[in-house]
């Protein structure tokens, strides 16, 4: 079945400090891999994606790794700030499909 | 320029009334797609339009669920009979083309609550 995991559900942080969400996936065949963040009571904006040959990619304080053999992937942010507060959507796409298979998310809350 | 838009933000209904959704995607953008998410859960794909292609309904939930895409661009998602576990927020999402290497971008959503 076609899944994808991530963990924690939920992380708290101080401001300033850095953490790494996880997602792992069952996803195949594999077409690419996207991290989106989601702001309360708005839609997912897309951070990154990632394809099979990629195994990391940066986009300002994010940067996402992907182990295609592990069927793993990460999401790191560095110096975290207020405005990160939001949860994380790990989403992958099916080969030759349209469908995306999406996670539940992370819910990320950075406290001053 | 404009993004995705959705009407109305927030709708409140009784149970076993009709709802309509709408969905205003990115101007040119070809492909379009319906997601629900509910309270601590994942995007669920509902229906995924394509040009003047026959839609993908596969993931609409039940015969209750239907939608349109008027002229390949404004889309109307309905709910008939709508039931208390029909509350969620209905996202609407648009891409250039449907190949996968295009993003699909978001639209704030329409928050559904069935009383």
């Avoid at chain 1, 963990?7 to 594999?30: A, D, M, R």
């Avoid at chain 2, 009407?7 to 995607?25: A, F, H, I, W």
């Amino acid at each position: 079945k076609n899944q994808v995991e991530q963990s924690p559900q939920s992380l708290i942080i101080l401001e300033g400090k850095n953490c790494t969400l996880q997602c792992n996936y069952t996803v195949s065949p594999f077409s690419n891999l996207r991290w989106y963040k989601q702001d309360t009571g708005r839609g997912p904006v897309s951070l990154t994606i990632m394809t099979f040959s990629e195994n990391t990619k940066s986009n300002g304080r994010y940067t996402a790794t992907l182990d295609a053999d592990t069927k793993q992937s990460s999401l790191h942010i560095t110096a975290s700030q207020l405005s990160d507060s939001a949860s994380y959507i790990c989403v992958v796409r099916i080969q030759g499909a349209q469908k995306l298979v999406f996670g539940q998310g992370t819910r990320l809350t950075i406290n001053p | 320029g404009a993004g995705v838009s959705q009407s109305p933000s927030n709708k409140v209904t009784e149970k076993g009334k009709d709802v309509e959704l709408r969905c205003d995607p990115i101007s040119g953008h070809t492909a379009l797609y319906w997601y629900r998410q509910s309270l601590g859960q994942g995007l669920e794909f509902l229906i995924y339009f394509q040009g003047n292609s026959a839609p993908d309904k596969s993931g609409l939930p039940s015969d209750r669920f239907s939608a349109e895409r008027t002229g390949g661009s404004v889309s109307t998602l309905t709910i008939q009979r709508t039931q208390q576990e029909d509350s969620a927020v209905y996202l609407c999402a648009s891409s250039l083309d449907p190949s996968g290497v295009y993003e699909q971008y978001f639209g704030p959503g329409t928050r559904l609550t069935v009383t």
